[in-house]
């Protein structure tokens, strides 16, 4: 057959960081026309990742990443000091511990990604210069144009939605101090040290580290998801153009023989030149697969830890809206809040429902292609034994999973939902006990 391709995505991520290599990055971003991932760029070098070329942008990476850490990590121990010491009190307890889980989830998928960071930079530029920026018919360029669609759409939902919440956590105190006097003011978020907070300047000192670390915190809680859903969705759609491809291999044969104005007249020629698409399809195909395990080896541990906190945060965040004895701004905040979470599930799982359903669909293509058009001579024989290959390499559908244990798509979604509906009993039964 042809030599394997399986092996394309690790040899890019295996190549040293050389000024070339930073020269072609650097050209790639220039003309990058896609909104979602200009958008999501904008916030993840916020956090500290992108490609940093010389020891000066280095050292400034470095130091936006321990920045990000600290803020996490100032944010995390808020509000664990704040659940010890407001212990016994239900409602609050449960206030903190829905802020502890929407801050511990970024904490660990900053880790991860630091961790994998050198391959998650390839991921983003093998996705802008091959899907991207193929070479493509006006029928794939409508497919790759409706993937840029669906990754602005839910970029700016996630986005929008969170940004929300944040701005709603620092609306919440200058309300509530409204007709206050200046000892008795409140904090975004309590907290626990000797100090006169309430009062000036310590009170605005403090008020603003709790909205930097904050807003730290908002940006870490999208930024990687948006990432995600945008390698997910283009991924999809470049098993749409695989599809059209392989079932219409005839076709762009004799549109390449029209264009050099020759007449096919040879069967063996033109059973040549169908197996030669064939084969580029074929290492288009290895080359998704390749790019679909390094998304799994880079996203797998983030993956199990958004399906597990989705439960528990939607749960928790439906408590305190209907059942808690709270304001009704803090209400306002996780109405917000349970909406990112949805938001963000619904995102996270299509974008990898599409997947799994386009890599399967590629044998579907298969079968439908205009084979009894091929003559059978030995390189049409031969095509047609490499076309069994491909049908029964896409019976296994490429996906994503929480590093091994599930496999994610549109039912987790509705899992997760079932999930949180069964906790959010249990926890109003436990309210109503102790009432």
Known sequence: MHKPYTNVLSSISERRYSSRFYTVVRDIEMKNDDFSINLSSIFIKLIGIWMANGQSEKYVRNMTIV????????????????????????????FSMCNMLSIAAPLLKLITLIVHRKDFFYLILYLQRKFLHGDYDDYERNIVLNCKRKCTFFTCSLTFTTLATVVSYIINPLIANIGRNESDRVLPFNIWIDLPLTITPYYEITFVLEVISLYHIGVSYFCFDNFLCIMNLHVAGQFQVLQHRISNITDLVIRKEEKKEKLIVDSSYFASKCYAIFKKCIRQHQALIAYCRKLEEVFNLIVLEQVLMFSMLICLDGYLVLMADTSTTTRLIFGLHITVCLCQLLMF??????IIRESLSVATAANRGPWPMVPMTTTGRMMKKDLILVIMRSGIPCCLTGKGFFVVSLETYTSVLSTAASYFTLLKQHSEAHS
Not at 78 to 91: A, E, H
Not at 349 to 354: A, E, I, K, L, P
């Open 349 to 354: 799982t299509y974008s990898c429902d599409c």
């Open 67 to 94: 920045y990000s850490i600290i803020a996490l990590v100032f944010g995390l121990w808020l509000q664990i000091t704040d659940m010890y010491y407001s212990w016994g009190d239900f409602s609050e307890c449960i």
